[in-house]
């Protein structure tokens, strides 16, 4: 199962850009990257998803390296209502085809600073 | 559309008692599920459905039953309330297509004492 490695936390000023590293060296090759981020103990709150390509929609852009072993989430203009945990996944399949499991680690707490 | 939504988002049960958390979703998905979410830690899946009629256990089923009579609901089922359980639960569901992302309702928080 391929495990992702992230900071503990970053601290970002309001209105910059927040760039979230993430580390998947054991990635194998037809598992996609997700984010997701927690505010606050709501519900997670899912982000951005990628294979290989860079991917961007109203929310963020990811990049991917293209070894696949890294990837980084960038917030273009980061908020306040930014500051939140964020969660770079790499899902584990379930049994069921089309259903998988996904593990969270502890993410990265984004502070955006005023 | 409401997506995934959770009912009660907050309860407080004494040891042994019983009760049933409520999951439901409007987008037709096939695929639903939930989660443990213990102070500090990341979501732990409990058990996890592929279609009405099929249930299948996670990482942590250990006190928990599940049901699937219909597409749109998934009920989790705590039939001896343990101080263990005490945690906030996440239910998510996703669509057939195998690279769409879970969605998550807002979750319940759930004390035992």
């Known amino acids: 199962d391929a495990k992702t490695t992230q900071p503990t936390s970053m601290d970002c000023a309001e209105g910059r850009a927040a760039n979230l590293p993430c580390n998947h060296s054991t990635i194998s090759g037809n598992e996609y990257v997700y984010w997701y981020r927690q505010i606050h103990s709501q519900g997670p709150q899912y982000i951005i998803h990628g294979l290989k390509n860079n991917e961007t929609n109203e929310m963020a852009s990811l990049i991917i390296t293209e070894d696949r072993k890294s990837s980084t989430l960038i917030l273009p203009h980061a908020t306040l209502r930014d500051t939140a945990v964020y969660y770079c996944?790499?899902?584990?399949?379930?049994?069921?085809?089309?259903?998988?499991?996904?593990?969270f680690g502890k993410g990265t707490k984004l502070s955006v600073i005023p | 559309n409401a997506g995934v939504t959770q009912t009660p988002k907050f309860r407080i049960l004494k040891i042994g008692q019983s009760m049933t958390l409520q999951c439901a979703q409007d987008m037709n998905h096939n695929y639903m599920y939930w989660y443990r979410q213990d102070p500090g830690m990341g979501l732990k899946l409990i058990y996890y459905?592929?279609?009405?009629?099929?249930?299948d256990k996670g990482e942590v089923p250990n006190g928990y039953n599940v049901s699937r009579s219909t597409t749109e609901d998934f009920p989790l089922r705590l039939e001896l309330a343990a101080p263990s359980q005490t945690s906030v639960y996440f239910c998510?569901?996703?669509?057939?297509?195998?690279?769409?992302?879970?969605?998550f309702g807002d979750g319940t928080r759930l004390s035992i004492l």
């Open positions: 998510a569901s996703n669509g057939r297509n195998i690279n769409q992302p879970q969605h």
């Open positions: 996944i790499v899902r584990i399949p379930t049994s069921g085809a089309g259903s998988y499991q996904l593990t």
């Open positions: 459905s592929v279609g009405a009629g099929i249930t």
